[in-house]
């Protein structure tokens, strides 16, 4: 094994451009450049979305490459996301990632997207002792709500995921609805703070396993605005920290009770963790730890700039690849839909 491994990673499967240079787990760079495009349209647009991507890739990689303090020739590795994700957008980082490999004569290594949001636990640096397996973890992001098992760095396996929208979609329509921009999930977050969550009671969603649901949820939470709007055509101005709390409430109760389930029926985990955008939310960061607890383990999430979309958890994710070389071939596609490798 290389004891000094130089990747330089990118992050192009949603709206963030980001480029990321490790040193083994340590990171040197994670330069983030987000997409405020968006914002208007109230989602991300695919189209729009790699379009940006390909105006500002080179770039972000520049101020990555100076930010480390490194040079081209340093580089032993170049890592990407080869999925899920926005095809036009996984594409705009695949070619980049695939050229510089080509230019600089060193091997490229495809990172699956989902993997990566587990592995940013495992960046140097964030805690004292590293989460010990098995470890249960919930990913919640804008496009995904899993309940995985990481047996160890390199083997996963799916417990369970959302049948409809996502946790951080849930989010993103709740704040559409009480008129917030998007991406909502850090304003509702801001809101409910002030906000008396009990006031609006919302059905928490019941499927079975460890799936989950959140397509009733907003629209239980639609019905709601909407009827009161035609009594009262102030209600969201007047109520919008307890409608951003109610909500915030229901998504947290519905991730936490599946995640209770998970835990007690297919242990035993040494620890649990948060993964994905949604995990920057401290009340769900909260509940976590009070699980945790009670069950007498150990809880854990990244530290904010690997929650949400980063090429520093694609070079986390890569540094484990290298280790074991593997790596892949300019003909690898892209892929929109790529599950966790399962054991
Ligand atoms: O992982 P991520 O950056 O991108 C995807 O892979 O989807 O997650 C983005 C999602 C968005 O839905 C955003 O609203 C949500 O994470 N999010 C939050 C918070 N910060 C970001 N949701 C709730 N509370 C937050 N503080
Ligand atoms: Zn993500």
């Known amino acids: 094994m290389n004891n000094r491994c130089i990747i330089l990673a990118i992050e192009s499967s949603c709206d963030d451009t980001s480029v990321a240079i490790s040193h083994n787990d340590n990171i040197l760079a994670n330069v983030i450049s987000s997409q405020h495009i968006h914002e208007v349209f109230g989602g991300v647009v695919p189209e729009l979305a790699s379009r940006a ?39 705009v980082g695949a070619s980049f990632a695939k050229a510089l490999s080509v230019a600089l004569n060193i091997p490229l290594i495809e990172v699956n997207h989902l993997e990566a949001h587990i592995l940013a636990h495992f960046i140097a640096g ?62 509702i977050e801001k809101l409910a703070i002030n906000g008396d969550a009990n006031k609006f009671e919302l059905a928490i969603p019941r499927i079975p396993e460890f799936d989950f649901s959140f397509s009733g949820l907003k629209t239980s939470f639609l019905y709601l605005v909407n009827k009161q709007k035609q009594h009262n055509e102030s209600f969201i101005a007047e109520n919008q920290a307890d409608l951003a709390a ?32 949604v995990s920057a939310n401290k009340a769900l960061r909260k509940s976590m730890d009070d699980l945790a607890k009670q069950l007498g383990l150990k809880s854990y999430a990244p530290r904010m700039e690997y929650c949400t979309d980063n090429a520093g958890m694609i070079a986390i994710a890569a540094w484990y690849k290298f280790q074991k070389q593997e790596f892949c071939d300019l003909s690898a596609p892209t892929l929109a839909r790529m599950p966790v490798k399962s054991i």
């Open 126 to 187: 964030q805690y004292d002792q590293k989460p010990a397996f098995p470890m249960l973890c919930l990913t919640v992001s804008g496009g995904h709500t899993q309940l995985i098992k990481v047996k160890n760095e390199y083997e996963f396996k799916l417990l369970g995921q959302t049948i409809d929208d996502a946790a951080g979609e849930a989010f993103d329509k709740a704040a559409k609805i009480i008129g917030l921009p998007y991406p909502g999930g850090a304003l």
């Open 246 to 277: 109610s909500m915030q409430q229901a998504i947290i109760k519905h991730l936490m009770s599946k995640t209770k389930t998970a835990l007690e029926e297919t242990g035993p985990y040494r620890s649990i963790a948060l993964a994905g955008g």
């Open 53 to 91: 991507h390909l105006q500002q890739i080179t770039q972000v990689c520049h101020k990555a490459v100076e930010k480390a303090n490194i040079s081209l020739s340093d580089i032993h590795a170049i890592a990407y996301t080869r999925g899920p994700g926005l095809l036009g957008s996984l594409l």
